[in-house]
Nanobody
Framework: EVQLVESGGGLVQAGGSLRLSCPASGFTFDDYVIGWFRQAPGKEREGVSCIRASDGSTFYADSVKGRFTVFRDNAKNTVYLEMNSLKPEDTAIYYC???????????????????????WGQGTQVTVSS
């Protein structure tokens, strides 16, 4: 059974930091790209970042570039999203997802295209107060 289980969300003040975790199981972790997405109330889902598990190549949305860092621990089949300098507009449910299409991480137009991701977690709430 494929599982992606996000954790680490919570309430933080603007300017603060959080680290989200996404342990994965049920598939060959090293063969996948793991992405982070978010959805705020009343808004469409937005891609945040992704990482290719095999070599650590990454991609970031412009909205988080320089503030968020995605990294992985292959021994633990886990991807992390370190979020710094958080803003109220970062408030959303954050999801991790897995894509078998490894090449997308180097193609900006599709790196965070949700339809290319096969498996999704249930999400974790991040709330940033002003």
């Amino acid at each position: 059974e494929v599982q992606l289980v996000e954790s680490g969300g919570g309430l933080v003040q603007a300017g603060g930091s959080l680290r989200l975790s996404c342990p994965a199981s049920g598939f060959t972790f090293d063969d996948y790209v793991i992405g982070w997405f978010r959805q705020a109330p009343g808004k469409e889902r937005e891609g945040v970042s992704c990482i290719r598990a095999s070599d650590g190549s990454t991609f970031y949305a412009d909205s988080v570039k320089g503030r968020f860092t995605v990294f992985r621990d292959n021994a633990k089949n886990t991807v992390y999203l370190e979020m710094n300098s958080l803003k109220p507009e970062d408030t959303a449910i954050y999801y991790c997802a897995a894509s078998i299409v490894e090449s997308i991480v180097t193609v900006p137009t599709v790196a965070l295209f949700g339809d290319l991701y096969d498996y999704w977690g249930q999400g974790t709430q991040v709330t940033v107060s002003s």
